[in-house]
């Protein structure tokens, strides 16, 4: 089975110092990756999405960037986080191919930027 | 217009009671529809897909009416397991990504 794995799980960074959040699928190959932050009582924004390696969609413009170094791989990362980057990263994955849509979220990173 | 648009309630409802969500869609070519459950600080889980004019599992029933672009969800004796985050979430018709509602919170008190 398919499982999807998140670090950290809790993140507190002053204003100014850089970002790496990881995130790794198992069980599947060439999936589509997914970076999401969800704000304090706000719905998912879609931040990037990768349908293969080294291939990015960026949604938002912002400081933020993500990679996909490997297939099952996909990083977030700024070199200067804002007190507006806090919040809940989710990264989720789906099917690369087939009808279904279902896309499946890790854990999670909550950051809070001080 | 917002893409997705939920209630955000919250909806308070006795143990045993059904209660409905509904969702609307601004994309007409929408094809795939899904509605997730969040709990209090943790991640989205996919509670039922949508792909034809319905789904049923368990007691929970989604229904989707294409010609006025909703979705609902339909709980039946709510469980207060039940009490959550309840997100519409709508395929774009590209088909890469999903777009979510800001979701619908239910409370279900003893």
């Given at each position: 089975?398919?499982?999807?794995?998140?670090?950290?799980?809790?993140?507190?960074?002053?204003?100014?110092?850089?970002?790496s959040?990881?995130?790794?699928?198992?069980?599947?190959?060439?999936?589509?990756?997914?970076?999401?932050?969800?704000?304090?009582?706000?719905?998912?924004?879609?931040?990037f999405?990768s349908?293969?390696i080294g291939?990015i969609?960026?949604?938002?413009?912002?400081?933020?960037s993500a990679s996909r170094p490997?297939?099952?791989q996909f990083i977030l990362s700024?070199?200067?986080?804002?007190?507006?980057?806090?919040?809940?990263?989710?990264?989720?994955?789906?099917?690369?191919?087939?009808?279904?849509?279902?896309?499946?979220?890790?854990?999670?990173?909550?950051?809070?930027?001080? | 217009?917002?893409?997705?648009?939920?209630?955000?309630?919250?909806?308070?409802?006795?143990?045993?009671?059904?209660?409905?969500?509904?969702?609307?869609?601004?994309?007409?070519?929408?094809?795939?529809?899904?509605?997730?459950?969040?709990?209090?600080?943790?991640?989205?889980?996919?509670?039922?897909?949508?792909?034809?004019?319905?789904?049923?599992?368990?007691?929970?029933?989604?229904?989707?009416?294409?010609?006025?672009?909703?979705?609902?969800?339909?709980?039946?004796?709510?469980?207060?397991?039940?009490?959550?985050?309840?997100?519409?979430?709508?395929?774009?018709?590209?088909?890469?990504?999903?777009?979510?509602?800001?979701?619908?919170?239910?409370?279900?008190?003893?």
């Amino acid at each position: 089975s398919q499982t999807i794995h998140q670090w950290p799980a809790t993140l507190v960074q002053p204003v100014g110092s850089p970002l790496s959040l990881e995130c790794t699928v198992e069980g599947t190959s060439n999936p589509n990756l997914y970076w999401y932050r969800q704000a304090a009582g706000r719905g998912l924004q879609l931040l990037f999405y990768s349908v293969g390696i080294g291939q990015i969609s960026s949604e938002v413009p912002q400081n933020l960037s993500a990679s996909r170094p490997q297939d099952r791989q996909f990083i977030l990362s700024s070199k200067k986080l804002l007190l507006s980057d806090s919040g809940f990263y989710l990264c989720a994955w789906r099917r690369g191919s087939g009808a279904t849509y279902e896309q499946y979220f890790g854990p999670g990173t909550r950051l809070t930027v001080t | 217009r917002k893409e997705v648009e939920q209630d955000p309630g919250p909806f308070n409802v006795p143990e045993g009671a059904t209660v409905a969500f509904n969702c609307t869609y601004s994309n007409s070519a929408s094809q795939s529809f899904f509605w997730y459950r969040q709990d209090c600080r943790k991640e989205p889980k996919l509670l039922m897909s949508v792909y034809s004019s319905g789904n049923e599992d368990g007691r929970f029933t989604a229904q989707l009416n294409r010609a006025s672009q909703y979705i609902s969800l339909l709980i039946r004796d709510s469980k207060l397991s039940d009490s959550a985050t309840y997100l519409c979430v709508v395929n774009s018709p590209a088909g890469n990504m999903l777009t979510f509602g800001g979701g619908t919170r239910l409370m279900v008190k003893p």
